[in-house]
């Protein structure tokens, strides 16, 4: 199923309807893949779909992500907010499926005022169950690291492992791979063979075939900083040179990488997406 180009697409505003704003959207900037949220990704409410925009993004063309609203923690120590994050989860999963997309992004959460094996205890117990729940058809839950602040259960690639294997490695499992957030938690990927040396650091961690998206991010802060500011492609303190080495990454072959760059209007990022591709193309 996956083709050898990796799509460059983007997270984009659904204002308008899921495919009628999303997919308006992403022709204006060139995009050939697309990130949406379906629900408000600061609130807790889950709304129902509409069929006839769902049927559209599913038959759109392009392959299709979710990301889950950034409340969710299923790390979380407080059972309010563990039932909130599952069945915020649970609803981007099941709108995921309707809009035929391929996964679920899932931030990997923190352990706030609790010991990190009582957090990971607890998505054992509660993420394995919704793992199951997915059918056939449905799509990957991907889990993202992140930029190593407040107790964060993953931010280094080599924290990937101790989920999976809490997670059985279930065959729904996925990898998203925040190049800001990597950069941020201290991998260098400007060093020469950085990029790879991440990633060939994320294959050994869960195994070939787990890296399912690349979120294509620029950083305003340094490496190490755990700082999660995105900037756009090649205007941060990454630059342009490390992606077009994640491109030539064996693990990164068909996966399509998204841009979370700052910037509402189109303007931006269609040059960030014409960035990525020309680094993409140039051998
Ligand atoms: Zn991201």
């Given at each position: 199923?996956?083709?050898p180009?990796?799509?460059?697409g983007?997270?984009?505003?659904v204002?308008?309807?899921l ?7 992403a022709?204006e900037i060139?995009a ?12 807790w409410a889950?709304?129902?779909g509409k069929?006839a925009e ?14 889950a609203p950034y ?6 120590p ?5 039932e909130?994050?599952?069945a915020?989860?649970r609803?981007?999963?099941t709108r ?7 996964g ?7 352990a706030?005022?609790r ?10 117990d ?6 199951d ?16 602040q407040?107790n964060?259960?993953?931010?280094k690639v080599q924290?990937?492992g101790p989920?999976?294997e809490r ?5 729904k ?22 990029a790879?040396?991440t990633?060939?650091?994320l294959?050994?961690a869960?195994g070939e075939g787990?890296l399912?998206?690349?979120h294509a991010?620029?950083?305003k802060?340094?490496c190490?900083?755990a700082?999660d500011r ?15 080495d994640?491109?030539n990454h064996?693990a990164t072959?068909?996966?399509p ?8 209007a189109?303007a931006p990022?269609?040059?960030d997406?014409?960035?990525l591709?020309r ?5």
């Amino acid at each position: 199923m996956t083709s050898p180009i990796s799509p460059v697409g983007a997270h984009v505003p659904v204002a308008g309807g899921l495919a009628t704003g999303g997919l308006k959207y992403a022709a204006e900037i060139g995009a050939e893949a697309l990130q949406v949220f379906v629900s408000n990704p600061r609130g807790w409410a889950l709304p129902e779909g509409k069929p006839a925009e769902d049927a559209k993004l599913r038959d759109g063309g392009l392959p299709v992500y979710v990301h889950a609203p950034y409340l969710v923690n299923l790390g979380s120590p407080t059972p309010e907010t563990l039932e909130k994050s599952l069945a915020a989860v649970r609803h981007s999963l099941t709108r995921g499926r309707a809009i035929g997309a391929r996964g679920v992004v899932v931030h990997t959460g923190s352990a706030v005022t609790r010991t990190y094996d009582e957090a990971m205890a607890q998505i054992r117990d509660h993420v394995l169950p919704l793992l199951d729940e997915i059918p056939e058809d449905g799509p990957d839950l991907l889990l993202e690291p992140m930029a190593g602040q407040n107790n964060m259960l993953c931010a280094k690639v080599q924290d990937l492992g101790p989920f999976f294997e809490r997670l059985d490695h279930h065959p729904k499992l996925g990898v998203c791979f925040d190049t800001c957030h990597a950069w941020a938690a201290g991998h260098d990927l400007t060093a020469p063979g950085g990029a790879k040396d991440t990633l060939d650091a994320l294959v050994a961690a869960v195994g070939e075939g787990r890296l399912k998206l690349v979120h294509a991010n620029d950083s305003k802060d340094a490496c190490a900083s755990a700082k999660d500011r995105h900037e756009n492609i090649g205007a941060g303190q990454i630059g342009e040179p490390p992606f077009a080495d994640l491109f030539n990454h064996p693990a990164t072959t068909g996966v399509p990488f998204i841009i979370e760059t700052p910037g509402r209007a189109p303007a931006p990022h269609a040059k960030d997406i014409e960035t990525l591709k020309r680094l993409r193309d140039t051998p």
